[in-house]
């Protein structure tokens, strides 16, 4: 957490105020990060125009006239946009200030964020080995199909792993395979073509609900403007162990898949 829709809510937000503007001065207080923050990104960055904010699986890539800005939230990082910045906190750790007044300040208390440079951001090796990804025209039932053939995996590890799909997180796997109506125990090798047309639909369809919600907020996210998400009221089994399926009124189910708590309907998945 933060996962796909979070971060490509983030992106949507801030696109708007960086795209065309100039970095005017970075401040690094605290560069320990997951990877540290390097010494020289205040020189790499200074007074190069933000062209394009992409994103890459749950990375943020600010391109610049010359390289880019990688930024990775983590499981607690968070990037805000503000023209009267707030009092300094413990976890502030990196602020961006642009021509036109904003200010992109990074924090991140648990620090599993990321803030990097790279000259060929999709030659980096953090985003060269990531998968597919899942709301790309590219991603269909077919590719899938082909990619889990002999996978003796449970087929919700599979879908989580960013070296086959990215960003589809353990919230969204969930909800997913509820939405499939499979078991998120299955082996992805056992996947038929048309369990993975019905995956593969149910997968983009939960992930464009959940980014026009503005992501799901269980604990620390918010967005680049300090707003919420909204999409965990529309959840069907995430966190919900114990209550009623909202399809058939079965009890929801708790397990541990790959090591994550998932949750399903026994009824309604098979």
């Known amino acids: 957490m933060p996962e796909l829709p979070e971060v490509e809510t983030v992106r949507r937000g801030l696109a708007p105020i960086c795209i065309g503007q100039r970095v005017q001065r970075v401040i690094v207080r605290d560069g320990r ?6 010494a020289d990104l205040p020189t790499q960055l200074a007074a190069q125009t933000i ?3 992409e994103r890459r699986g749950k990375y943020l890539l600010f391109q610049l006239e010359r390289g880019t800005l990688l930024v990775h939230l983590g499981m607690t ?9 707030p009092v300094l906190t413990k976890h502030d750790h990196l602020d961006l200030q642009l021509t036109n007044g904003s200010l992109l300040r990074f924090n991140d208390p648990r620090r599993f964020g990321a803030v990097l440079y790279a000259s ?3 030659k980096h090796p953090l985003i060269a080995a990531l998968g597919i990804e899942p709301l790309s025209d590219d991603f269909t039932g077919a590719y ?11 087929l919700k590890v599979f879908i989580m792993d960013a070296h086959q799909v990215v960003g589809v997180g353990n919230i969204y796997a969930n909800e997913a395979l509820f939405r499939a109506g499979i078991r998120p125990q299955l082996l992805a090798g056992k996947l038929s073509r048309p369990r993975a047309e019905t995956l593969v639909a149910a997968i983009k369809a939960v992930l464009t609900e959940a980014i026009a919600a503005g992501g799901s907020t269980l604990r620390d996210y918010v967005d680049g403007f300090g707003q919420p998400g909204w999409f965990q009221l529309n959840y069907f089994v995430y966190g919900r162990a114990g209550e009623a399926c909202r399809v058939c009124g079965t009890a929801i189910q708790l397990s541990r898949t790959g090591g994550r708590a998932t949750t399903w309907c026994p009824r309604c998945q098979k």
């Open 33 to 38: 990060l997951r990877w540290p923050v390097p």
């Open 51 to 53: 062209q394009r904010l």
């Open 77 to 85: 990082g968070k990037l805000r946009c503000f023209t009267t910045p």
């Open 120 to 122: 060929e951001p999709y």
């Open 144 to 154: 899938l199909h082909q990619l889990t053939r002999n996978r003796r995996v449970p």
